[in-house]
């Protein structure tokens, strides 16, 4: 069950799934820019931990079935909208393809990432076009799952998050979510 699954990733019994733990969970460096995507994904609070109310909330989504395509972008909205208002801006936008562009590079030995940096912020404008933002403040969920299901190419990474957290939430059934 969900409390089950919690505690034993809560291997202090702090009531909370802090960095090192879930890092450990997942066999993951606390450093890996894609390790930060899956815990900006499940800290839904945004509260530096995974509380017991951010861990339900990802074990309702997770748990029983395979979630459509549709359900992930739903999910995966909290992980691009950084304050989450339920609005994602366009700075939050771009702030996630900075961090996808981060974790492709990581551990890959390239020795100029800030040269790297500012050559996707030199193309980010033809890619804020590209996915059809140009010209807008903020899109909400719905415009969300719209925009990710129309380019699905760019937001392959945040798919691959998604997936990286089934694991924890395996044994939850949807009926005790």
Known sequence: NILTN?????????????????????KMKRDDPSFIMVQRLLDIDRKASISYK???????????????????YRFCFMMVDSNNDGLITLQEM???????????????????????????????????????????????????VKLVGNNKKHFTHMIECHSKIKPLFLGVSKKRA
């Open 6 to 26: 919690f505690q034993a990733l809560d291997t202090d019994q702090d009531r909370k799934i802090g960095t090192t733990e879930l890092a450990a969970a997942l």
């Open 54 to 72: 951010d861990f339900c909330i990802a074990a309702h989504h997770m748990a029983g079935r395979e979630p459509v395509m549709e359900d992930k």
């Open 94 to 144: 771009k702030d996630y393809f900075l961090d996808v562009r981060k974790a492709k590079s990581y551990g890959s030995g390239k020795s100029n990432q800030a040269a790297d940096e500012a050559e996707l912020r030199d193309k980010m404008n033809d890619l804020i076009e590209e996915i059809g933002m140009k010209g807008v403040k903020h899109i909400d969920e719905d415009e969300f």
